[in-house]
């Protein structure tokens, strides 16, 4: 039987990442924080008979580890190969209900497609090695977390708090860094080559990248995705953090002065405002959601044009001076592209975007690939949110807006920056937004299945 309700298992595996997650701060990167991921992986895998859920959980919740900024490949991809392991007999059906939505088959086409460009990676064996786990922390990771997820978290209420838990302890790491941490300085190389120096916030052996271009993406993703969480729970005490949480990614969206990222902001709860109202709710829900999108919309016009702030001013210099820095970063970016059709492996070398990234990278199949991929999953949750009407699928609605708010979020913004640059941001990203996909699109199919055979949907124990 499956079931929603917390555990003594689960309780001990959340406070067990949770404490993952932050023990980087003492240990910092190396051989110490490998050793201990070993035995937290271990005591995952021994807590997760008790409860399968406790891996589903230790994998989402995992990529916020502030370790994974630096890694090659991140704790949350090992802990989803490890889960495949764990689950690997009921590993076929949920492929046949993820195999139902084309964006999975997208993303496993774009990864194994990788192989066109790795003639043309560097030679040197360091060098490829690097690249491979470049590729399975990136696209490897988009098709293995969700088969992960689908394994483990089966039910609506489960797939709500693990988000929301992604989200506030996402948060809570910026909030910690950004205020208490000691800056640092760290340099990147431009398109042309020179070097520009960048922030990094330290608490102890750990510094979180606060590159404006790398880290307002995520702000303004949590952002829209801890509205989109609190606009689907409605009027309820454990709402607040969430709504607060979203106000506090805004005031650090604000400081940091992103354009792009605040433009991306204002569209992403623009189309989740569009998607929620097009769902046949109560009035008194139609009336929660006018107040709060009427109350966010406002806000945010004012802290941006409507008071002194770095973003404000950031803004008016850029349209005063009547030039667009973006542009010939992306010319440059297409000329490399239109040389290298099959990649170069990994590089920052051109271009100012992420879908141009994937392009230069891997080559124009595994590129359009995954711009594809990204608009098949954001047409697939529009569709789904016009399915999923009454208030039997409450659940299912709040993972889809959250789903909805992040991805477009990041597809607005990876126009205009590379998230992926940064390896920690750009799955803690990808986690929000393949968690509420792939919860909706199993227990969707766990339902068709139990419907077919006359048994009840909690039956479902594959």
């Known amino acids: 039987m499956t079931t929603s309700k917390l555990t003594a298992p689960l309780l001990l595996g959340i406070a067990g990442t949770i404490g993952f997650n932050v023990l980087p701060i003492l240990l910092g990167y190396g051989m110490p924080m490998n050793f201990l991921f070993v035995l937290y992986a271990g005591t995952m895998f021994i807590l997760s008979f008790a409860d399968r859920r406790v891996l589903g959980y230790a994998t989402v919740l995992a990529a916020c580890n502030p370790a994974n900024q630096q ?11 490890l889960t495949i392991f764990k689950e690997s007999r009921a590993v076929l059906r949920v492929i046949r209900r993820l195999g139902k939505r084309r964006w999975w088959w997208l993303l496993l086409a774009a990864f194994l497609l990788i192989g066109l460009s ?3 990676w560097p030679s040197a064996l360091r060098s490829m090695m690097t690249e491979v786990k470049q590729a399975l922390s990136r696209l490897g990771y988009l098709v293995a977390f969700p088969l992960a997820v689908g394994l ?14 992604l989200c506030l302890m996402s948060v809570a790491f910026f909030v910690v860094f950004f205020f208490w941490g000691q800056t640092g300085m760290v340099t990147y190389s431009t398109i042309e080559g020179s070097a520009q120096i960048g922030v990094e916030q330290f608490i102890g052996n750990i510094p979180l990248n606060f590159v404006r271009t790398q880290v307002c993406i995520i702000l303004a993703a949590l952002t829209a995705g801890t509205l989109a969480l609190g606009v689907g729970i409605g009027l309820k005490l454990r709402a607040i953090p969430l709504y607060l949480a979203s106000c506090i990614c805004v005031f650090m969206v604000m400081q940091l002065a992103s354009v792009g990222s605040a433009f991306a902001l204002v569209g992403g709860i623009g189309i989740t405002a569009l998607g929620y109202f097009g769902i046949r709710l109560s009035p008194r829900r139609i009336l929660l959601g006018v107040i709060i999108f009427a109350i966010v919309g406002s806000a945010l016009f004012w802290v941006t044009f409507g008071s002194e ?14 030039e ?14 239109w040389k290298t059709p099959f990649g170069v492996g990994w590089s920052y070398r051109a271009g100012h ?57 990041y597809f607005i913004n990876s126009v205009l920056d590379m998230l992926s640059a940064n390896i920690g941001y750009y799955e803690t990203v990808w986690a929000l937004i393949l968690t509420s996909a792939t919860v909706v699109v199993v227990t969707d199919g766990a339902e068709r299945a139990t419907r077919s055979n006359g048994s009840s949907p909690l039956s479902f124990n594959p």
Not at 368 to 385: D, E, K, M, P, V
């Open 118 to 120: 790795v003639p043309f």
């Open 71 to 81: 890694a090659n490949l991140s704790f949350s991809f090992l802990l989803a190969v």
């Open 152 to 165: 483990t978290v089966r039910t609506r209420p489960d797939g709500v708090r693990v988000v929301s838990l």
């Open 353 to 409: 975007s992420d879908w141009q990234l994937f392009l230069l990278s891997y080559g124009w199949p595994t590129g359009l690939l995954y711009i594809a991929a990204a608009g098949s999953l954001f047409l697939s949750i529009w569709r789904a949110l016009r399915r999923h009407r009454t208030a039997v699928y409450r659940e299912s609605i709040t993972l889809l807006l959250v789903g909805l708010a992040v991805l477009s979020v």
């Open 324 to 337: 667009i820095d973006r542009m010939v970063f992306w010319e440059d970016g297409f000329r490399e592209i």
């Open 309 to 322: 702030n770095a973003l404000s001013n950031r803004i008016n210099s850029k349209f005063s001076a009547g």
